[in-house]
């Protein structure tokens, strides 16, 4: 069974600029839900989608939003960048709800100069 | 607020000795605990977890033991390997809150031949 996959592997963007990273969950798992991870900070929870609706978020501000498709891939966006979303952002796939065993993804390191 | 901390943000132990990774948590609806592996330039993958009716948790040379009363939990390696070089991570879910899980910062674990 395919793992989780995360496109693109790597991304260097400018202030300013948005961004969005794409999440293609294992076959069968329909909750996503996306990670920044960051040295100082460690797994932060941005959101966590379950049949095509949000239903957690973390405490991160609106520029970042995500979506699922009825195949359950997702897609995350970060509008008007700035420097210290400078992050790699790790997707996770599990069969139902949050608590399941999560799968994680390679992540997508974003560099914002 | 750190509700899960992993205060030793590295380990570094010799091959064949036990390797003895803490975490300790604030919150206590927390009712099932996780443990993540990260190679570098990888996802986090899944470990080894316990729900808070049991104190210990055996998978090979894999042990957690949590206490519930000191709000603490530990991983036990035994024997470390030079492969289980990696940063491990914590991570607690709880009823509430959607079942989001809350991680801690994780702890560099360096396992010398």
């Known amino acids: 069974k395919a793992g989780v996959t995360q496109t693109p592997r790597y991304l260097i963007k400018t202030r300013g600029q948005q961004v969005t990273l794409s999440c293609s969950p294992i076959?069968?798992?329909?909750?996503v839900s996306w990670y920044q991870q960051t040295p100082g900070q460690g797994l932060q929870f941005l959101f966590e989608?379950?049949?095509?609706?949000?239903?957690n978020k973390g405490n991160f501000p609106g520029r970042f939003s995500g979506r699922q498709f009825s195949n359950s891939r997702s897609e995350m966006n970060v509008s008007t960048l700035e420097l210290g979303d400078s992050a790699l952002y790790l997707c996770a796939s599990s069969l139902a709800v949050v608590s399941d065993t999560q799968y994680f993804g390679p992540g997508t390191r974003l560099t914002v100069l | 607020d750190q509700q899960v901390k992993q205060n030793s943000p590295s380990l570094s132990v010799q091959e064949g000795r036990i390797s003895i990774l803490n975490c300790d948590y604030t919150n206590s609806m927390f009712d099932y605990f996780l443990w993540y592996k990260k190679y570098p330039a990888e996802g986090p993958t899944f470990l080894i977890s316990?729900?808070?009716i049991k104190d210990k948790n055996e998978d090979g040379r894999f042990t957690v033991f949590l206490n519930k009363s000191a709000k603490h939990l530990s991983l036990h390696i035994v024997p470390s390997q030079p492969g289980d070089s990696a940063v491990y991570f914590c991570a607690a879910g709880s009823p509430g809150n959607n079942r989001k899980l809350i991680w801690g910062l994780g702890t560099s674990l360096a396992v010398n031949p």
């Open positions: 076959s069968g798992h329909r909750s």
């Open positions: 316990i729900s808070s």
């Open positions: 989608y379950f049949s095509e609706t949000q239903r």
